[in-house]
C-alpha cells in the first residue's frame, strides 16, 4: 500500500465508521431495538474492515520510486568540499577544553 493509499484507506474508514454509526442509530430508534442498533453497527464494522485493511490495487495506484543505492549513500554522507572543510575549522573555539 503507499502512502496515498494509506491516506486514502484511513478516510474511507472513517467516513464508513460514522456513516455505520448514524444508520445504527436511526435503525434502532426508528425500531426501538439496541439489540438492532449494535447488529448493524456490528456488521458496519465487519464491512468496513473487509474494505480497509485488505491491500486491494486501488490503494496502490500511485506506486514508490526507490533510488539506487549508490545515490541513497551518496546524499547521507555527502563530499565535504574545501570551503564546507574550512568553515566547519573556523567554528571550533581554539584551545577549549572538552566538558
Given at each position: 500500500m503507499d502512502?496515498?493509499?494509506?491516506?486514502?484507506?484511513e478516510?474511507?474508514?472513517?467516513y464508513?465508521?460514522?456513516g455505520w454509526a448514524i444508520a445504527a442509530f436511526l435503525a434502532g430508534y426508528f425500531r426501538?431495538?439496541?439489540q438492532l442498533?449494535?447488529?448493524v453497527y456490528?456488521?458496519?464494522?465487519?464491512?468496513?474492515?473487509?474494505?480497509?485493511?485488505?491491500n486491494w490495487p486501488f490503494f496502490n495506484r500511485h506506486s514508490l520510486k526507490w533510488l539506487d543505492p549508490d545515490v541513497a549513500a551518496a546524499s547521507i554522507n555527502p563530499v565535504?568540499?574545501?570551503?564546507?572543510?574550512?568553515?566547519?575549522?573556523?567554528?571550533?573555539k581554539k584551545g577549549s577544553r572538552p566538558k
Open positions: 502512502w496515498k493509499g494509506q491516506k486514502l484507506a478516510e474511507l474508514m472513517q464508513m465508521l460514522v426501538t431495538s439496541f442498533m449494535m447488529l456490528a456488521g458496519g464494522v465487519i464491512l468496513t474492515v473487509l474494505i480497509t485493511v485488505p565535504k568540499t574545501k570551503a564546507a572543510a574550512s568553515a566547519a575549522a573556523a567554528g571550533k
